[in-house]
Nanobody, 126 residues
Framework: QLHLVETGGGRVQPGTSLTLSCAASGSDFFTSHCGWFRQAPGKEREFVASISRRSGGSTLYEDSVKGRFTITRENSKNMVYLQMNRLEPEDTAVYYC??????????????????WGQGTQVSVSS
């Protein structure tokens, strides 16, 4: 079992930075790959970034956030982070943390992901 709680969302201006945190509790964290997803109003939930199970593990990013967002994890603290730089209005969405023992589910099979957080709102506007 795994329980995920996201924090760090807010309203910011374009060009600024924000860091989202995901606190995980439960025995499955060390065996789980993690990811961040987002859902804008009227749109489907989309993949943002993923990181494999070990600290410093392999990462993958959606094209629009490459070079701006960085996903990391600290297994010693049961935490996953999403550092977001040079934010754009198009980044406005509810951001969700996710975890699954299968990396394939994080990257390719969103509907099969086992664990989700409740989401945190990020709003980027001037």
């Amino acid at each position: 079992q795994l329980h995920l709680v996201e924090t760090g969302g807010g309203r910011v201006q374009p060009g600024t930075s924000l860091t989202l945190s995901c606190a995980a509790s439960g025995s499955d964290f060390f065996t789980s790959h993690c990811g961040w997803f987002r859902q804008a109003p009227g749109k489907e939930r989309e993949f943002v970034a993923s990181i494999s199970r070990r600290s410093g593990g392999s990462t993958l990013y959606e094209d629009s956030v490459k070079g701006r967002f960085t996903i990391t994890r600290e297994n010693s603290k049961n935490m996953v982070y999403l550092q977001m730089n040079r934010l754009e209005p198009e980044d406005t969405a509810v951001y969700y943390c996710a975890a699954d023992t299968k990396l394939h589910n994080i990257i390719e099979e969103t509907k099969a992901i086992t664990y989700w957080g409740q989401g945190t709102q990020v709003s980027v506007s001037s």
